[in-house]
């Protein structure tokens, strides 16, 4: 820790509440202080007291092309001589609709809106408005941003209906949401038999990255798929982490599984605040002024964010880089693991394309019940050793690597350089 971040943190926790603006950055899965980032440089972050860090968090997920891409810096300093924000529709919007409608299989008419939360938010009142049902399903360990309705844990194991994760949030708004584990057929069956007629929608993300990176199985999408289509409900796919991540479609391509509604944010905004929910039009035109449900805002779609994400999608859609970083991500995914196993510590290690997470569980991770059973304290000295070694990883276990189109193959091969010293200083003696 230096001296300046130490200072600056301190004073940030006088302003602000834990000293920071989203709590997945103060550190408090794996202890001690955050540190203040002062710029950031394709694929690495350098901190205020000058110490660079091969970034593996990438703003969350946004920054796939690295951080800086000069393409991304000249289309936000054209747009922004032009002005900031108008309230008023802009071609900027539509060309960033286009570049999403285009690329994801799925999306007919999409909706911009300011972060991945408003996508979801809106997805699920949506869902509800256009089935007229109240009941929304979701599956533990999955996040779709600070939703009150989606802050649930698993109610009692009959009913499974909600319970506030939160203070703050009510029981009225919890109680129509139903939690089930994820990766679970006949769970999901069972609910569609039991609930099926006042569900209005299942929202999970095809590939999890908030328990950890864990897929999907086949027949787990394939089955939510046929229950929302055999009993009305909306399939809801939360790609706000991998749209245009897994591929240039999502995972709905990679998978060739299509949900009716898609949500997006991180790397459509080219790491300024944009979300979207899109999807078939006859579920779209339910929303206000086209319908009746209501959803609005002040920024969605500003100049600025627009040109960001319409830089960076043009991008993946022009020179995608897919290939390059299945093939650095693979090579990551093989040294953590040869590491980890020389050193005779427990883990499995799960990758969908240039997303990844090192568990530290003996066992393949296909749900919550596994994943809360990882060595979190083991992640928190794997994260700290690495830390000083200049590798800057998620500083929780439940979250996902990301490898940008920026990392080069040397930075690869430090990094797993780093994590052998790492696990030999605390593998099984
Ligand atoms: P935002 O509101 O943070 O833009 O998006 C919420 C969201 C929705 N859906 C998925 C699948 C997400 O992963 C997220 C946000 N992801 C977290 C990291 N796991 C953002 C980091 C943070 O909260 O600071």
Redesign the pocket.
């Known amino acids: 820790m230096g001296s300046k971040s130490h200072e600056l943190f301190t004073r940030a926790q006088q302003l602000m509440p834990g000293g920071v603006n ?4 103060a550190f408090g899965a794996v202890g001690g202080e955050p540190i203040v980032m002062e710029r950031a440089e394709g694929s690495r972050l350098i901190d205020v007291d000058g110490a660079e860090y091969i970034d593996y968090i990438g703003s ?2 946004p920054m796939i092309l690295g951080h800086g891409h000069p393409h991304v810096v000249e289309a936000l300093e054209a747009a922004i001589t032009k002005g900031t924000s108008f309230g008023a529709p802009t071609e900027a919007e539509n060309q960033l609709a286009e570049l999403i409608i285009d690329a994801v299989p799925s999306v007919e008419k999409v909706r911009l809106v300011n ?6 938010m809106s997805a699920i009142r949506l869902a509800r408005g256009h089935t007229g049902r109240d009941v929304i399903v979701k599956f533990a360990g ?5 939703v009150d309705s989606l802050l649930v844990a698993a109610g009692s194991a009959a009913a499974t209906l909600g319970v506030p994760d939160s203070p703050g949030v009510t029981a009225g708004t919890t109680r129509d949401t139903m939690v089930l584990t994820y990766n679970d057929v006949d769970g999901l069956a069972r609910a569609f038999a039991d609930h099926g007629d006042a569900i209005a929608g299942v929202i999970l ?1 095809p590939v ?3 328990m950890g990176t864990v897929p999907g199985s086949p027949e787990f999408l394939r089955a939510a798929r046929e229950l929302c289509s055999q009993h009305g409900a909306v399939l809801i796919f ?5 749209g245009f991540r897994v591929a240039h479609g999502g995972a709905q391509a990679l998978f060739g599984i299509m949900p009716d509604l898609t ?1 997006l ?2 790397i459509v905004g080219g790491g300024l ?1 944009i ?1 979207a929910y899109g999807g078939k039009q006859e579920i779209m035109d339910n929303v206000l002024p086209a319908g009746k449900v209501f959803q609005a805002g002040t920024l969605s779609g500003n100049p600025i964010a627009t040109a960001a994400g319409i830089a960076t999608l043009t991008m993946l859609r022009d020179d995608p880089p897919y290939e390059r970083l299945e093939r650095t991500s693979a090579r990551l995914a093989v040294g953590l693991d040869e590491a980890a196993r020389t050193a005779r510590i427990p883990h499995t290690v799960r990758r969908v394309g240039s997303m990844l997470t090192l568990f530290f569980h003996p066992d393949p991770v296909e749900n919550w019940g596994t994943a809360s059973q990882c060595d979190t304290g083991l992640f928190a000295k794997y994260f700290w050793s690495m830390l000083e070694r200049g590798v800057y990883l998620p500083c929780s276990q439940y ?2 690597m990301f490898v940008s189109a920026a990392h080069t193959d040397d930075q690869i091969s430090d990094t797993i350089d780093a994590a052998r010293v790492t696990f030999t200083k605390y593998g099984p003696k």
């Open positions: 989203s709590p997945a950055r969350w997920g972060s991945g939360t408003e996508a979801t999955n996040y779709h941003g600070h993300e999890v990255g908030n939360d790609e706000v982490m991998t949500t944010g991180k605040p979300g979250e996902a």
